[in-house]
C-alpha cells in the first residue's frame, strides 16, 4: 500500500470542521480528505447501481461508493466522539497558572452551556488566544498520533 506524506495542518483543519453524521476520510492514493454523511454511506452499500438514480444523486454519493468499493484505499479520521473538546476545556483549565483564572473556568465548565460560559469567560479574562494556542497544540497531538497508527507520514 502507497504511503503518502500529509500536511499536518490539512489534517488538523478537516478533524476540526467535522460534523455529527459525517464520516471523514484519508484517500492513501491521492492524500485528498473526503467527507461523506453516514446515511450516503449506507445507500452507496445498499444500493448494486446508482445509475437509477438523478445525476444530482449520482454526484452525492460518488464519494461515498468509492469509498465503499476501495474501502482498503482510506483511513478514518477521528470522529468527533473521539475528538473530546470537552477533555480540552477541563485540562487547559487546570493547566492555567494564576489560580484565579483557573477556578473562574473550571466553575464555568460545570453543567449545561458549559461550552458558550467557557468562551465568554476565556474572552473577558483575556486569555482567548492561549486557549486556542492549547486546543491547536491538542489537535496537532491527535493528528499525529492518528498519522502514526496509520503509517501515515506527514510534514509540518
Given at each position: ?17 467535522q ?59 477521528p ?69 502514526k ?8
Amino acid at each position: 500500500m502507497l504511503i503518502l506524506t500529509v500536511q499536518l495542518q490539512y489534517l488538523i483543519d478537516e478533524m476540526d470542521m467535522q460534523f455529527e453524521g459525517i464520516n471523514t476520510y484519508l484517500n492513501r492514493m491521492t492524500g485528498k480528505i473526503i467527507s461523506v454523511s453516514e446515511e450516503n454511506l449506507r445507500t452507496a452499500e445498499e444500493e448494486d447501481s446508482i445509475e437509477h438514480l438523478p445525476e444530482w444523486q449520482q454526484e452525492e454519493l460518488e464519494d461515498a461508493v468509492d469509498i465503499i468499493n476501495n474501502f482498503d484505499n482510506y483511513e478514518q479520521l477521528p470522529t468527533t466522539y473521539e475528538i473530546n473538546e470537552y477533555d480540552m476545556l477541563e485540562d487547559f483549565c487546570y493547566s492555567l497558572r494564576d489560580g484565579r483564572n483557573k477556578d473562574i473556568l473550571i466553575t464555568a465548565i460545570q453543567g449545561k452551556g458549559a461550552f458558550r460560559r467557557f468562551k465568554d469567560h476565556i474572552l473577558q479574562l483575556g486569555i482567548e488566544e492561549e486557549w486556542y494556542t492549547y486546543r491547536n497544540e491538542c489537535y496537532k497531538e491527535l493528528a499525529i498520533e492518528w498519522c502514526k497508527e496509520h503509517g501515515i507520514k506527514w510534514v509540518e
